[in-house]
């Protein structure tokens, strides 16, 4: 199994993260993808595949977020009426999410890498 199917679920939680949409999340990784694929002989080594692969990620994200069909396209939040589970729990980590999306899109990508995918500060910098 190589590093994007053992990291799939990761990296488009860290697009979700930033582009707010999980479709778009997914878009985003694909081209991520592509672009890596195209230029990874640019790959010096200096840091892990994953950790290069999380930059051309943000990258891509941010990309698409000063598009212009981002100004076009109205984001939605998660339809909440459907989801079952009510426990305390969730309810924290729904609160959590929610304040984490409140926040601006450089802190919130640090957040996410920090506590959610157990980065150390070295490697998101």
Same mark, same amino acid.
């Given at each position: 199994?190589?590093?994007?199917q #053992?990291?799939?679920? &990761?990296?488009i939680?860290? !697009?979700?993260? $930033?582009v707010? =949409?999980?479709h778009?999340?997914e878009d985003?990784?694909?081209e991520?993808? $592509?672009k !890596?694929?195209k /230029?990874?002989?640019t790959f010096?080594g200096k840091s892990?595949? @994953?950790?290069?692969l999380i &930059? $051309? ?5 941010k990309?698409h977020?000063?598009?212009r069909? /981002? ?6 939040? $998660? ?5 079952e589970?009510h &426990?305390?729990? @969730?309810?924290? #980590?729904? *609160?959590? &999410? =929610?304040?984490?999306?409140?926040l601006d899109?450089r802190?919130r990508t640090?957040?996410y890498l920090f *506590? *959610?995918?157990?980065? =150390?500060? !070295?490697?998101i910098s």
């Open positions: 199994m190589g590093i994007v #053992r990291q799939e679920a &990761s990296l939680r860290l !697009a979700y993260v $930033i707010k =949409d999980a778009i999340a985003c990784v694909q991520a993808l $592509i !890596a694929i /230029k990874c002989h010096k892990s595949l @994953f950790t290069w &930059s $051309i990620l943000i990258n891509e994200c990309s977020n000063r598009s069909w /981002k100004r076009v396209l109205k984001m939605y939040d $998660i339809d909440r009426d459907h989801i589970d &426990s305390e729990s @969730f309810v924290q #980590r729904t *609160y959590m &999410s =929610d304040c984490l999306m409140k899109n802190y640090v957040l *506590y *959610y995918e157990d980065m =150390d500060i !070295a490697t």
